[in-house]
């Protein structure tokens, strides 16, 4: 089978143990040049192609056993998610193999088995090997093609392949090579360099063979290969024999090896030829590579008990922590129940403080003494209230979830996790822990508020200081902000855990069909477990949480259908009746289609859009490329972070850009030029957003760049998803945030 390792010879310790290694950034070696990519290095010359680095030692990633069993939860969602939107496109008279879906490491019959984690490696990308490829090469002048099976293969006929005499008539010397750009790809992970066969299935071996080899006419094997088309496709192999030239078709195609050995011959099958069909395209293209990774935020040590409330098996706990977090409580604890909960966190001492006050209530009862009586139940509320109110509760008060956010729980599956709301929830409760309500570490706050700087950001004036935070206070409250900040170090996980080909997506749309996309692991380690490349980092990011007044005021007037009742004097959180209403994107967006104006698609957007905006504004400001930053979106908190992603040293170019530039840095949130598009009529009719506006690099965008319009801030024709308000004009955040004023 033409995948990794035929190009690079049949014995693994010679493919494997005398590759070299190339030196990259760990951010660069776990995303472009993760195992499968292709590259070239600096000059262009060369094609290669990343394999995983098989030295004896292993460069394991300085991650917590913690990390490691967050990244493990989330890998198994993401493979049983992947697995079960491709395998959808079959049906009862298109029957799709479990094997086009998932990596078979993965695949136990029709059932996903992730890996447990002692077959998995976390290794830093600190290497990683690479080998010659594609080993395909053709004379610029005669257009004769070489191929070899191993980079040992190449070395050994090297020295003859470059005296091979030219046959061109202009030619006086040796063979002009060239190697061939060119490789064919499929959707199953596969690919091939260029050859004059094609794969088939043979029924009398049982296997697939590469036939067309020799000249149907003459028998020769050397080929000689036409490039002059500009059109890849065009392209085609003609007998090398001067007396033959024989051209087999008009037509360069190739088939899938992997998915001929699927198919077989069984029945049908004959009629689904096109899913065999390989793409011809340049190694360079994007759609030969696409790493598989994911991201969340590190939980703090102190934090750890949250992380437990992701597990399968700890659903009532993390309906718990939803409860008291949007405040779905009613009814008072019971002395029995406080006891126990305090008997559990190891705080006797706190219970034994409680029966004392107790007793002393009696006593003050007993003697019909009212002020000793009320002072004692005063003090008796105090404690309760620290009990129920600290951070962690000592005592939890008593959770009665609405049937609604219930039956959200059940629809966890429909989410993956980078925007299951129940996940973030839990994420941003562990930020506000550790970064936005922790104390200061060595002098230094780890989150300044931009309207109560500390010393490191602050003006040494003191009457310059204090106007400066008065006047962020203002434009905070223009742009719609509850709270805004610097945190110093973002912590960050992203791993890296497999590849793809020609789509990103579970399922692709081929010939006017949906064929399913193979989601491929990286190949063994030479102790046999599968590699995940991960990265750690800590750099500054800006907080930013919106008013979940100005919110919902922005949502009445755009006229959401489903927008609950809410107040600010509410019980509840807006967060909690927020997911109460919350619709689910679907695995990879399948859901994500023209529909009724929703509540929580709305909130998503507006807080997606807010996020490339204020990127696009830290890009023109602080001299960070959009590249080089990323973001991360809690919608039940109304809260986003952007970050700078990298894994290079942080030199402070987001405390540098609130030094230098503060005020102007919000006031240009707020002008009109800010919210334009380039293309101008041609955006604000197609969705508001594309590359020349509020777009940014999707290896950037948590999103793939969904969820975006500029009418949110600015006002305009509704998103793309919002049917309701088709032909009409909603109003923006902004313009409700400042209809009083003027912006």
């Not at 010879?9 to 010679?14: A, I, V």
């Not at 087999?248 to 699927?262: A, L, Y």
């Not at 994007?286 to 994911?294: E, G, H, I, L, R």
């Not at 997506?505 to 490349?533: A, C, H, W």
């Amino acid at each position: 089978m033409a995948q990794t390792g035929a190009f690079l010879g049949s014995d693994e310790d010679e493919k494997t143990l005398s590759a070299p290694t190339m030196t990259r950034s760990r951010g660069q070696l776990g995303s472009a040049y993760a195992p499968g990519a292709f590259f070239t290095f600096e000059g262009g010359l060369g094609a290669c192609i990343s394999i995983p680095d098989l030295s004896t030692s292993v460069d394991d990633a300085p991650i917590s056993a913690p990390t490691k069993a967050q990244i493990i939860l989330r890998l198994q969602e993401i493979w049983q998610t992947w697995f079960s939107r491709a395998y959808s496109v079959g049906s009862t008279t298109r029957l799709i193999d479990p094997e086009q879906c998932l990596d078979e490491a993965l695949l136990k019959g029709a059932s996903v088995v992730p890996l447990a984690g002692d077959r998995i490696s976390f290794l830093s990308p600190l290497r990683m090997g690479y080998a010659p490829a594609p080993l395909t090469f053709v004379c610029n002048r005669c257009r004769l093609f070489r191929r070899f099976d191993s980079a040992h293969d190449l070395s050994q006929n090297f020295q003859g392949m470059r005296k091979t005499k030219c046959t061109a008539p202009e030619a006086k010397g040796p063979c002009q090579w060239r190697q061939v750009d060119v490789v064919f790809v499929h959707w199953s992970g596969e690919w091939m360099p260029v050859t004059p066969g094609r794969w088939e299935w043979n029924s009398r071996t049982g296997a697939a063979r590469l036939h067309g080899e020799e000249c149907t006419v003459c028998g020769g094997k050397s080929f000689k290969l036409n490039t002059d088309s500009p059109r890849i496709g065009k392209w085609h192999f003609y007998c090398a024999n001067p007396t033959c030239g024989h051209k087999g078709s008009d037509e360069w195609r190739q088939n899938d090896p992997f998915t001929t050995s699927v198919f077989r011959d069984r029945p049908g099958m004959d009629k689904r030829v096109g899913e065999r069909r390989m793409e011809p395209i340049s190694y360079r293209a994007s759609s030969a590579y696409y790493a598989q990774a994911d991201q969340f935020v590190l939980f703090p040590e102190s934090e750890h008990q949250l992380l437990t409330l992701l597990e399968p098996h700890r659903q009532l706990e993390l309906a718990d922590f939803i409860g008291i977090q949007f405040r779905f409580t009613s009814g008072e604890l019971t002395s029995e129940e406080m006891k126990h909960s305090l008997q559990v966190v190891g705080k006797v001492s706190e219970w034994e403080t409680y029966e004392n006050l107790s007793k002393m209530r009696d006593l003050a009862k007993g003697m019909d003494d009212a002020d000793a009586l009320a002072l004692v139940d005063g003090e008796l509320k105090k404690l309760v209230t620290r009990w129920t109110t600290s951070d962690p509760p000592l005592v939890r008060p008593r959770v009665e979830l609405p049937p609604a956010i219930t039956a959200q729980m059940a629809l966890r599956s429909e989410y993956t996790s980078r925007f299951d709301p129940f996940v973030l929830a839990v994420e941003h409760e562990a930020l506000n822990r550790g970064k936005l309500s922790a104390p200061p570490d060595g002098g230094r706050a780890r989150f300044v508020r931009f309207n109560h700087l500390d010393n490191d950001l602050a003006p040494k004036d003191l009457p310059v200081k204090a106007a400066q935070e008065a006047e962020t206070t203002r434009l905070m409250k223009k742009l719609g902000f509850a709270d805004l900040g610097l945190i110093r170090e973002f912590d960050l996980c992203r791993f890296t855990h497999g590849y793809t080909r020609v789509s990103a997506t579970p399922i692709l749309e081929k010939r006017g069909q949906n064929v399913p996309v193979r989601l491929r692991l990286f190949d063994s380690l030479r102790n046999s477990k599968r590699p995940v490349y991960v990265v750690t980092q800590a750099n500054e990011a800006v907080y930013v949480r919106l008013d979940p007044e100005a919110v919902y005021a922005w949502l009445q007037v755009v006229g959401v259908g489903d927008l609950p009742d809410w107040n600010l004097d509410s019980a509840v959180k807006l967060g909690g009746r927020l997911l109460e209403v919350a619709q689910p994107f679907g695995r990879y967006f399948s859901l994500l289609k023209e529909g009724d104006a929703a509540t929580y698609r709305y909130v998503y957007t507006l807080l997606h859009t807010y996020a490339h905006v204020l990127m696009k504004n830290i890009a023109e400001l602080s001299g960070l490329d959009l590249g080089s930053m990323g973001e991360y979106i809690f919608p039940l908190d109304l809260a986003f972070v952007v970050y700078r992603n990298g894994t290079t040293m942080d030199l402070g170019n987001l405390s540098a850009l609130w030094r230098n530039e503060n005020h102007r840095f919000l006031a240009r949130l707020l002008e009109s030029s800010t919210h334009r598009c380039n293309s101008g009529r041609l955006c604000d009719t197609a969705g508001g957003a594309c590359p020349d506006c509020i777009m940014i690099p999707e290896t950037s965008c948590i999103a793939q760049n969904q969820l975006l319009s500029r009418a949110v801030l600015k006002g305009g024709p509704p998103p793309r998803e919002d049917a309701t308000h088709r032909g009409q004009r909603i109003r923006g955040f902004l313009e409700v945030v400042n209809e009083d004023d003027k912006l």
